[in-house]
């Protein structure tokens, strides 16, 4: 994708975990390419993403952070997920919404 694209837009499956070993594999493409003279500075991860907004005192919200889906909580709990987020370097976030 790297060798052919400027950018990815992709979407956080299963945990921040797994999206954070997605992105350290595209850099990583995208770093081989640099050495091959393309710049790989161009290269850009964008995500999209429909958070999900819960009421603090709400019993929906699950507690334990290893079993809270990403972008699912409380304000923090979604703020704390997209300060991780940002620290491995994706530049923009597309919000979504559905209405309910």
């Not at 694209?5 to 493409?29: R, V």
Request: proline content about 3%; overall charge negative; aromatic content about 8%.
């Amino acid at each position: 994708m790297v060798k052919y694209a400027n950018g990815w837009i992709g979407m956080i499956y299963g945990t921040l975990d797994n999206f954070e070993n997605t992105i350290n594999t595209i850099k990583d493409m995208a770093n081989e390419e640099k050495e091959a003279n393309k710049d790989a500075n161009i290269f850009k991860v964008i995500l999209l993403t429909y958070p999900k907004v819960v009421e603090e005192d709400s019993n929906s919200s699950i507690k334990e952070e290893d079993k809270r889906p990403p972008m699912t909580g409380t304000i923090d709990e979604i703020g704390g997920d997209l300060k991780r987020i940002k620290d491995m370097g994706i530049e923009y976030i597309i919000f979504g919404y559905i209405l309910q």
